[in-house]
């Protein structure tokens, strides 16, 4: 059997992210690839390529930031109990591209 061509599938550990997302009272609204997008878009947590035990956590431009702050701080000791380490990534925006059923996601950097 030929190896080569085989596709390395990554575990992610879904099952507690979402745990801990939900204790502290969001839910994921959809997701994508190597992104969890949570409801109302408040935040995306993106799975590290490198880790399974590192995530990166990007907020919505628009998330004010006292509200930002809390939810990292929650995110951060609830993911702490599980070993997974997760990191601010930075804010993103997120808008429909007119004239499509599309979205265009863009992210900037950690300041």
Avoid at 43 to 56: G, P
Avoid at 96 to 102: D, N, P, S, T, V
Wanted: charged share 25%; hydrophobic share 40%; with cysteine.
């Amino acid at each position: 059997m030929n190896t080569s061509n085989m596709t390395k599938i990554q575990f992610r550990p879904l099952g507690e992210v979402l745990e801990i997302i939900q204790q502290i009272g969001f839910d994921i609204s959809y997701a994508y690839d190597d992104l969890l997008f949570s409801e109302h878009n408040v935040f995306i947590i993106r799975f590290d390529q490198s880790s399974n035990k590192k995530l990166w956590l990007y907020f919505n431009e628009d998330c004010d930031l006292v509200r930002r702050e809390s939810i990292g701080n929650q995110l951060k000791n609830a993911y702490l109990s599980k070993k997974i380490e997760i990191h601010h990534g930075g804010l993103f925006s997120v808008q429909q591209i007119e004239g499509k059923e599309e979205l265009e996601l863009k992210f900037f950097e950690a300041v």
